[in-house]
C-alpha cells in the first residue's frame, strides 16, 4: 500500500482550535481526502519544528450490498 508524508510547520499549528482546519487543507493539497485516509503514523520533529503525518491509501470494496 503507498503511503504518503505531509509536513505541517509548527507556526501554523499553534493554537489547538487550528489544526483540524490545517490538516484538512494540507490533505487536500497532497490529493487525499482526510475521510478516506488513514493517518498511519504521527511524529513531532521538534529539531525541525514541524510535524510529520504518514498517510496509506485505504481500499474499500462494495459488494453492493442494499442495493437493488
Do not use: C, W, Y
Request: hydrophobic share 35%; net charge positive; glycine share 4%.
Amino acid at each position: 500500500m503507498a503511503r504518503r508524508e505531509v509536513r505541517i510547520p509548527f507556526s501554523e499549528i499553534k493554537r489547538p482550535d487550528e489544526i483540524t482546519q490545517r490538516n484538512v487543507r494540507a490533505f487536500k493539497e497532497a490529493g487525499l481526502d482526510i475521510h478516506r485516509h488513514d493517518v498511519d503514523e504521527l511524529i513531532d520533529d521538534h529539531s525541525r519544528k514541524e510535524r510529520i503525518l504518514k498517510i496509506r491509501n485505504i481500499k474499500f470494496f462494495d459488494f453492493g450490498r442494499g442495493k437493488k
